[in-house]
C-alpha cells in the first residue's frame, strides 16, 4: 500500500490540502493531486487523505476523509515516478486523480475526522525515523572508524590525530544519546501513553546525530568519499534526508516550543 498525504503546494500545513472528495450518491469523485508518494508505482491500495467540506479557518482540521481503497488497476489516476538522488530502494511519485472513485465504506474512522485518524500513526513514524537515522549513522562511523584505523598518512593511522578521533568519538556519544530517547519513546508508545514530546525528539536528535556522523565519515574519507566503492556517500545522502522529512528539524523545534514549553505560537 501507500500513503496518500503530501501535496505540492501545502508543505507541511495539511490543513490547506486541495485534493477534494466530491459525494455523489454513496460514491465520492476524488480531484487533485499529491507528490512524494512512496510505493505507489507497486501499491495495491492508497491510504488517501482529503477534504470532503472547504478549509473553515475558525476550525482548519475539520472537514477532512480518509479514505483506503483500490489504486492498482483503477480508472482516473495517473502515477508518475520522481527521479531523485537517494533513497532509491523505494519509489516516489506525483499522484494525479481525475474524478477517481471512492466509497462510503472505504472511509477511515468518520467523514470530515480524517485528520484525527491520521496524527495517531505520527509518533510511531517518528520513532521508526529516528532508528533510520540512528542506524544509518552507526553504518557510516563503523565505516569511517576502519578507514581511520586503515588509511596512513605521514607515516601513521590519521585515527591517531585528535581533530580525527575526538569528531568520531563526540558521534559515538550523540548516537548513543538519541537511541536512549528514542528508546524512551517507543516505550512510552508500547505502552499506550502520550509520547508526542519523545517522538518528536527522538527523530530530532537521530537525525542530527546520524547526519553528523555520516558528514563526519565523508570529511575523514577525503577524496574517496567521491567515490562509490567506499559506499560512504549512500550514508551521507539517506541520512541528509531524514532531517527534512517526514518532518523538518524546524517544525520539531515548533512543536517542542509550543506543546512542551507554552511559548506562543509562530504560525
Same mark, same amino acid.
Given at each position: ?32 493531486? !499529491? ?5 505507489? !508505482? ?34 482516473? /489516476? ?16 506525483? /499522484? ?13 474512522? $468518520? ?41 596512513? /598518512? ?9 581533530? /580525527? ?18 528508546? !524512551? ?5 508500547? +505502552? ?5 514530546? +519523545? ?8 537525525? $542530527? ?28 545522502? $539517506? ?29
Amino acid at each position: 500500500m501507500c500513503f496518500g498525504v503530501t501535496e505540492p503546494d501545502n508543505g507541511v500545513d495539511t490543513s490547506r490540502l486541495k485534493t477534494f472528495a466530491k459525494k455523489d450518491g454513496k460514491r465520492y469523485l476524488v480531484n487533485g493531486r !499529491k507528490v512524494w508518494i512512496s510505493n505507489a !508505482k507497486n501499491a495495491d491500495r492508497i491510504l488517501l487523505l482529503t477534504r470532503t467540506s472547504p478549509r473553515n479557518p475558525e476550525r482548519p482540521f475539520d472537514g477532512m476523509t480518509l479514505f483506503l481503497t483500490q489504486l492498482k488497476g483503477k480508472k482516473g /489516476v495517473e502515477i508518475n515516478a520522481i527521479d531523485k538522488i537517494m533513497r532509491n530502494a523505494v519509489d516516489s511519485n506525483e /499522484v494525479v486523480f481525475e474524478d477517481f472513485e471512492v466509497f462510503e465504506h472505504e472511509i477511515v474512522g $468518520e467523514e470530515g475526522k480524517g485528520f484525527r485518524c491520521l496524527i495517531d500513526g505520527l509518533n510511531p513514524e517518528r520513532i521508526a525515523v529516528a532508528y533510520t537515522a540512528i542506524g544509518l549513522g552507526r553504518g557510516a562511523l563503523n565505516l569511517a572508524v576502519q578507514y581511520a584505523k586503515d588509511r596512513i /598518512v605521514f607515516d601513521r593511522p590519521i585515527g591517531k590525530n585528535q581533530a /580525527v578521533a575526538h569528531p568520531l568519538a563526540d558521534s559515538w556519544i550523540r548516537l548513543e544519546a538519541a537511541d536512549l530517547m528514542t528508546q !524512551k519513546a517507543a516505550r512510552l508508545f508500547d +505502552e499506550g501513553k502520550p509520547c508526542g514530546p +519523545e517522538a518528536n525528539a527522538a527523530k530530532f536528535l537521530g537525525s $542530527e546525530a546520524g547526519f553528523e556522523a555520516a558528514d563526519r565519515a565523508m570529511q575523514f574519507h577525503g577524496g574517496f568519499s567521491m567515490s562509490t566503492e567506499y559506499h560512504v556517500s549512500r550514508f551521507w545522502m $539517506e541520512t541528509r534526508l531524514l532531517k527534512i522529512a517526514p518532518i523538518s528539524q524546524q517544525m520539531v523545534l515548533n512543536f517542542i516550543s509550543d506543546k512542551v514549553l507554552g511559548l506562543p505560537k509562530s504560525y
